[in-house]
T-cell receptor, first 116, second 115 residues
Framework: EAEVAQSPRYKITEKSQAVAFWCDPISGHATLYWYRQILGQGPELLVQFQDESVVDDSQLPKDRFSAERLKGVDSTLKIQPAELGDSAMYLC??????????????FGPGTRLTVL | AQTVTQSQPEMSVQEAETVTLSCTYD???????LFWYKQPPSRQMILVIR??????QNATENRFSVNFQKAAKSFSLKISDSQLGDAAMYFC????????????FGKGITLSVRP
């Protein structure tokens, strides 16, 4: 069964360092999402791609976060510099497309980031 | 803006018993989707059940069913014949029907199953 792949699964870094997370969506899925999940909370959307284009990055802290999906397949989320408050689980999800009819979002296992 | 509220942080159920997880939401839209997601420890989030607001019939998926009360903006999940594998965090989520509508999640509830 196809799954969304993410790496690394765990990342520990010191504040002010740069970190990057990688996501490989299910083959054929045009829409890719990055979420941040703070411990004890539900996921919150950071950025949504349709193919290689960003369609929603309203909650992405653009002073330190960046995301790209250059060829419309895999994606990288970067934080530079990392801050203590960035400690969270970063989830990637993908779906065939957005809109109607509704296409289920499939989630990856996440990357747990700890900033010291 | 849409909001999703899960007011119970934790619940516990005896194996083989039935448990109901509560969720309320707020929206001004008339058509939307509601979901329950399961997030087991150290495993990926999976969709448990989906309800479309224009459908009056409550969705069911095997042991999982919902009680959708549109006027009350309530969307509860009932798990029948609870199993040890049901232990997880459960998130209620809302999504509009627009092409770029996003999933809005509640804070989640931790469900434990007692053997």
């Amino acid at each position: 069964e196809a799954e969304v792949a993410q790496s690394p699964r765990y990342k520990i870094t010191e504040k002010s360092q740069a970190v990057a997370f990688w996501c490989d969506p299910i083959s054929g899925h045009a829409t890719l999402y990055w979420y941040r999940q703070i411990l004890g909370q539900g996921p919150e959307l950071l950025v949504q791609f349709q193919d290689e284009s960003v369609v929603d990055d309203s909650q992405l802290p653009k002073d330190r976060f960046s995301a790209e999906r250059l060829k419309g397949v895999d994606s990288t989320l970067k934080i530079q510099p990392a801050e203590l408050g960035d400690s969270a689980m970063y989830l990637c999800a993908s779906s065939l497309t957005a809109g109607r009819p509704y296409n289920e979002q499939f989630f990856g296992p996440g990357t747990r980031l700890t900033v010291l | 803006a849409q909001t999703v509220t899960q007011s119970q942080p934790e619940m516990s159920v005896q194996e083989a018993e039935t448990v109901t997880l509560s969720c309320t939401y707020d929206t001004s839209e008339s058509d939307y989707y509601l979901f329950w997601y399961k997030q087991p420890p150290s495993r990926q989030m999976i969709l448990v059940i989906r309800q479309e607001a224009y459908k009056q019939q409550n969705a069911t998926e095997n042991r999982f069913s919902v009680n959708f009360q549109k006027a009350a903006k309530s969307f509860s999940l009932k798990i029948s014949d609870s199993q040890l594998g049901d232990a997880a965090m459960y998130f209620c989520a809302y999504r509009g029907t627009g092409a770029n509508s996003k999933l809005t999640f509640g804070k989640g509830i931790t469900l434990s199953v007692r053997p």
